[in-house]
């Protein structure tokens, strides 16, 4: 009973996937018919403001702006657009929505976490691509995070698990590697002692891998599930065609 009920859940979630249109990997975000639907604590609306500057223009002088994308849902996403001033200088404001969010500057600075209210200032040298500067108010916000989703040793994002094995063997495997991505994340809260919103960050986040691991799981026996459907329907059609031509006529 217990594996039937795993299979319903499999089956919920791919419900739910698609009436949402994919995963996203936005932890604590919502989605634009969610903000325009539901109030909104006041302070989730206060706008949020990125200012930065480019060092090194010259490695890519055809570069002449920068995009900030807000990400919602699975291929889901706001994008704002700004000009690479002379000097280098550039900047971004936006609406947050959300008590925390993940926001990129595109092939810059992929992953940058802001509150609402925040203001911080991004450094990015395109002689060094890989490490922007983050300062301001979400210095430590951005540390903390980094710390955590950078490390090989603390966060490992895929599930490694035989996509063909049988759901009780898939079941005990998946809550195994999930365990062990849980013990790893002690020992990161163990060592650095992260703020609030960072520690429920990093739960929902090995929470939202899980579940995708779990929904791809489901989504390959759905389409096992349809193949075979559609070989019965046509066998059936095929069948019933060749009884119709060797019925003799009455």
């Not at 200012?51 to 010259?58: A, E, I, S, Y």
């Not at 200088?89 to 969010?101: G, N």
């Not at 094995?165 to 999930?178: C, Q, T, V």
């Not at 069948?239 to 006529?249: A, E, K, T």
């Amino acid at each position: 009973m217990k594996h039937d009920n795993s299979f319903l859940l499999i089956i919920f979630l791919l419900l739910a996937g698609c009436g949402q249109k994919d995963r996203a990997k936005s932890q604590f975000e919502s989605s634009v018919q969610t903000e325009e639907s539901y109030p909104l604590a006041k302070e989730y609306i206060k706008e949020a403001v990125i200012t930065g500057k480019v060092l090194n223009r010259d490695f890519y002088p055809q570069e002449r702006e920068l995009t900030l994308i807000i990400p919602f849902f699975w291929k889901m996403e706001n994008q704002y657009r700004t000009p690479i001033q002379e000097d280098g200088s550039f900047s971004f404001r936006f609406p947050v929505y959300a008590k925390l969010r993940e926001v990129s500057i595109r092939n810059y600075a992929e992953h940058l976490y802001i509150h609402p209210g925040d203001s911080i200032y991004v450094e990015i040298d395109f002689k060094d691509l890989f490490h922007p500067k983050v300062t301001g108010d979400a210095e430590k916000l951005n540390q903390e995070i980094l710390a955590f989703t950078e490390s090989a040793y603390y966060y490992i994002q895929n599930y490694s698990i035989n996509p063909n094995l049988n759901i009780k063997d898939f079941e005990a495997e998946l809550k195994k590697e999930y365990d062990f991505r849980l013990e790893r994340r002690n020992e990161y809260l163990t060592k650095y002692k992260p703020m609030e919103d960072v520690t429920l960050f990093t739960e929902e986040l090995l929470k939202q891998d899980y579940y995708y691991a779990l929904l791809s799981y489901g989504n390959q026996w759905i389409g096992i599930i349809n193949f075979c459907l559609q070989s019965i329907n046509f066998i059936i059609k095929g069948f019933f065609r060749h009884v119709y031509m060797i019925l003799p006529m009455r």
